[in-house]
């Protein structure tokens, strides 16, 4: 089944404010859509709503065919946040293998990651003492371990450096061309083809997509 998002008269609330109104947008298999916008607009809403976590105040997200139920969202779909999910106090090696194990994946596709992401010097040290930069390369194992065709990325290169930006957009091309769809908020233009989904303030009452 090819996978598609379709968000159709979205309006999403953070507490009492409505950061989104009536936005409408489709992505399609091969597709990154990078999701731009001034701090606060939204952006990280959005990504969480496509994601699951919380409920539209108004319209709908459908993500797969128009008869898949909500339960295929999170089951074909990598969330990744600004806040990378992972326990302080294990070892990388210890991290790996679990978020390895919780999402189906394999022996061989979590040495794939590591060997891709190039963590091979990180794995006895514990989660804690890694750097910014080092917790993001372990945070997008999971991208590799486990082969979900929806990614929901939330600025994923801010903190890598040159090299590492480069290695993610070339995971990010090859999960296109594999038929993949990808959502990601950023603040610089990725090094590749994406559409632009420009977020504008709601109470403005304009959300702009070209
Ligand atoms: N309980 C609340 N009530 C009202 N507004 C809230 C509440 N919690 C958060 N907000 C507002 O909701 C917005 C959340 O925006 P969000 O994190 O989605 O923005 P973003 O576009 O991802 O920003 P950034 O580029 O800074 O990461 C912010 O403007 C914040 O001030």
């Given at each position: 089944m090819p996978f598609a998002i379709r968000v159709e008269g979205l309006s999403l609330k953070k507490g009492y404010k409505l950061l989104i109104s009536d936005l409408n947008f489709e992505v399609g298999p091969g597709e990154c859509v990078a999701l731009t916008g001034a701090n606060g607009v939204g952006k990280t809403t959005l990504l969480r709503a496509l994601a699951g976590f919380a409920p539209p105040h108004a319209g709908?997200?459908?993500?797969?065919?128009?008869?898949?139920?909500?339960?295929?969202?999170?089951?074909?779909s990598h969330y990744l946040g600004h806040a990378e999910s992972l326990s302080p106090s294990r070892r990388v090696?210890?991290?790996?293998?679990?978020?390895?194990?919780?999402?189906?994946?394999?022996a061989g596709s979590l040495a794939e990651a590591v060997g891709k992401l190039r963590l091979n010097s990180l794995l006895d040290l514990e989660v804690r003492m890694l750097s910014a930069g080092q917790k993001r390369r372990l945070s997008l194992a999971r991208l590799l371990m486990v082969e979900r065709p929806v990614w929901l990325l939330d600025e994923p290169m801010s903190p890598l450096d040159t090299e590492h930006r480069a290695l993610l957009a070339g995971m990010m091309q090859a999960h296109l061309s594999d038929?993949?769809?990808?959502?990601?908020?950023?603040?610089?233009?990725?090094?590749?083809?994406?559409?632009?989904?420009?977020?504008?303030?709601?109470?403005v009452g304009e959300v702009v997509y070209g």
């Open positions: 709908s997200i459908r993500i797969g065919d128009d008869n898949s139920d909500d339960s295929i969202v999170a089951s074909n090696d210890q991290e790996l293998s679990f978020q390895c194990e919780y999402l189906g994946g394999t038929g993949g769809l990808i959502v990601c908020a950023v603040h610089d233009p990725l090094p590749f083809e994406t559409r632009e989904l420009r977020l504008t303030r709601a109470e």
